[in-house]
């Protein structure tokens, strides 16, 4: 959904906005946004950060639910939009002075590779960051400004946020939060119209808040272990900050274990795997020219693995 085409529904009040979902609740698939509902959110994030920014920056597909709620935002805030053609390295300039920008960990992790763009985020009024883990260290001067967010479109993007001196997301005061039976966290809200939703998103829950320990779809059952792949790639990336992007953990079928852990990467990475209690349980490596990368710019695991001819487990 192109800008013109939103500010004019939305000025014609147009009551229900069609988006497709990521995959988090389940299968894929189109679901309709509420205008009320919208405002709500958008209200919400305004209250958690304080203050009003000066301007919206926006790098993020405005078809996906990132970029499309800071358009809302934008209209609710009553500020100026600049939206920008999303990709993985965007082009900053001094619009992004007291703005709010949203950015995936991906672009954010290209743009802290510049010196130009990483003074320009050092400008801006808050930093959202959503779509995935971050695996790299991020500035004193950037991350004070930065919020990592949980969220998805069902949920009308983030319900929780999470400062970087911690690993644990704080929910906003109006949402409620529980796990069912295998651990993966469950919304109640506003937005879900007091029902729980569910996730894949296995969690470990503390002091209020849930550390994302993976989803459940990548748990790796191996010789009676339930291993997160999330947890162990977490682990490679605090001794190798520079593979951030290039590997991943996946699993194969195993006539004994009944699925091992195979490390994924490009040829010709090298890592340092320290013999840490849950890395020792990746049983093979594999090397490939590239990795498949989905339309979030998260690795596509599957496509990953079946690209390099591996038996999915």
Request: aromatic share 8%.
């Amino acid at each position: 959904m192109n800008e013109a085409n939103f500010k004019k529904d939305w000025e014609q009040g147009v009551e229900r906005f069609l988006l497709q979902t990521s995959g988090s609740t389940g299968a894929p698939k189109t679901i309709a946004l509420e205008r009320a509902k919208l405002i709500w959110s958008a209200e919400q994030t305004l209250t958690f950060l304080s203050s009003k920014p000066k301007r919206m920056y926006v790098c993020l597909p405005t078809h996906k639910v990132g970029g499309f709620m800071q358009m809302v935002r934008a209209l609710v805030w009553n500020i100026p939009l600049y939206i920008k053609t999303p990709e993985a390295k965007p082009v900053l300039d001094m619009d992004v002075k007291e703005a709010c920008i949203s950015l995936t960990p991906h672009q954010l992790y290209h743009c802290l590779q510049s010196e130009k763009t990483m003074h320009a985020l050092s400008q801006a009024h808050s930093i959202l960051i959503g779509g995935g883990s971050l695996g790299f260290e991020v500035p004193d001067v950037i991350s004070s400004k930065l919020f990592h967010t949980y969220g998805m479109t069902e949920t009308y993007s983030h319900i929780a946020y999470r400062r970087l001196d911690s690993d644990y997301f704080y929910p906003l005061a109006t949402v409620d939060l529980d796990v069912n039976e295998e651990s993966c966290l469950k919304i109640k809200c506003a937005l879900t119209e007091g029902k729980w939703l569910q996730t894949s998103d296995v969690v470990a829950f503390k002091n209020g808040g849930f550390k994302i320990l993976g989803r459940n779809d990548h748990v790796i059952n191996s010789g009676g272990l339930k291993l997160h792949p999330e947890v162990m790639e977490a682990e490679i990336l605090a001794d190798n900050p520079y593979a951030y992007h290039s590997f991943f953990i996946g699993s194969i079928k195993d006539s004994v274990l009944g699925e091992k852990g195979v490390l994924v990467k490009k040829r010709g990475l090298e890592l340092s795997l320290s013999p840490s209690s849950n890395l020792k349980y990746i049983k093979m490596t594999v090397e490939v020219d590239c990795l498949q990368f989905t339309a979030t710019e998260k690795i596509d695991r599957r496509r990953s693995m079946k690209e390099a001819g591996l038996d999915l487990a």
